[in-house]
């Protein structure tokens, strides 16, 4: 199993900025891509942001120039630098890494999601 323990979710005026972090433990062996999704009440969880291993980086529109994941690979470590946060970037954030031994062969492991909510 791989365990996922995310931080730095939080209260933020619009404007603001946050960072989130997500560490990878456990029977990781390669991972080839971790990412940042949110997911908000009666809506389907959306991808935010995604890091391949080969470091190509995936935005939602709604985030771009905003948003920035980076990754630490000696921590098996994520991050997401939020900035100019919106009312609308209001969400639960979640942590995937999908992970294997080999690339044809992975499995993706979720965090138990970190609360982000933007208002004045």
């Known amino acids: 199993q791989v365990q996922l323990v995310e931080s730095g979710g939080g209260l933020v005026q619009p404007g603001g900025s946050l960072r989130l972090s997500c560490a990878a433990s456990?029977?990781?062996?390669?991972?080839?891509?971790m990412g940042w999704y949110r997911q908000t009440p009666g809506k389907q969880r959306e991808l935010v942001a995604s890091i391949t291993r080969g470091d190509s980086t995936n935005y939602a529109d709604s985030v771009k120039g905003r948003f920035t994941i980076s990754r630490d690979n000696a921590k098996n470590t994520v991050y997401l630098q939020m900035n100019s946060l919106k009312a609308e970037d209001t969400a639960v954030y979640y942590c995937?890494?999908?992970?294997?031994?080999?690339?044809?062969?992975?499995?993706?492991?979720w965090g138990q999601g970190t609360q982000v909510t933007v208002s004045s």
């Open positions: 456990g029977k990781i062996f390669t991972i080839y891509e």
């Open positions: 995937n890494v999908r992970s294997g031994v080999r690339s044809e062969y992975t499995r993706s492991s």
